[in-house]
């Protein structure tokens, strides 16, 4: 199996990097071909903080296609890039680990689906601009990509695919958003408000 390990690294001191070479360290043990971010070399030509974040992201995406699971590190929620490459990985059917004790855990959901504001339909359209920000940066991520895959290939068609999922979910959104728009405006209406 070919595990990526996905985890926050931002603002966390020595990027996380300890956490990182553990993880990768256990599944390694346990006979898995391992992916980290990491360990990915940077190519910045020796000017430490050339590369822009979203060259990071690509590069992160690029590696991520090539695995088939994916190992969460403590904290993966916090993490913009974690939370984009899980995303990701939820799309294209992965196997998720806790990086920490090397066991299968079932599909992880972003913290913002568990911690919504609000319940009933202003809470799913909270969670959808969310996740309809998440999916646009999936899509976009994802679109640079696919430069970068050769047609024709597995690969290719997986991010093919998960282009067209993204679409759907972001049109499924909007969809939601003018309904309880419409809802709510209604019921301001009869109630003299508006």
């Not at 294209?92 to 919504?116: H, I, S, W």
């Not at 759907?168 to 309880?180: D, I, K, L, T, Y």
Request: glycine share 10%; charged share 25%; aromatic share 6%.
């Amino acid at each position: 199996m070919n595990v990526y390990i996905a985890g926050p690294m931002t603002g966390i001191e020595e990027f996380n990097y300890p956490a990182f070479g553990r993880a990768a360290e256990r599944f390694r043990g346990l006979g898995h071909t391992v992916t980290s971010p990491h360990e990915v070399a940077h190519d910045d030509n020796g000017v430490r903080g050339s590369i822009r974040h979203a060259d990071y992201v690509r590069r992160d995406l690029r590696e991520l296609l090539q695995c088939d699971a994916v190992a969460l590190l403590p904290g993966w929620q916090a993490s913009k890039g974690a939370k984009l490459e899980v995303q990701v990985a939820t799309e294209l059917g992965f196997t998720f680990y806790d990086a920490g004790t090397g066991l299968r855990v079932g599909e992880p959901r972003p913290a913002t689906d568990d911690q919504a504001p609000a319940t009933g339909p202003e809470g799913r359209l909270i969670v959808d601009v969310l996740n309809m920000g998440m999916v646009q940066d999936i899509a976009d991520a994802l679109t640079t990509t696919l430069h970068f895959v050769p047609k024709g290939t597995k690969e290719h068609a997986k991010i093919v695919d998960t282009l067209e999922r993204a679409k759907f979910q972001s049109e499924a959104a909007v969809e939601r958003r003018g309904r309880v728009a419409r809802e709510q405006r209604e019921e301001l209406e009869a109630h003299g408000l508006a």
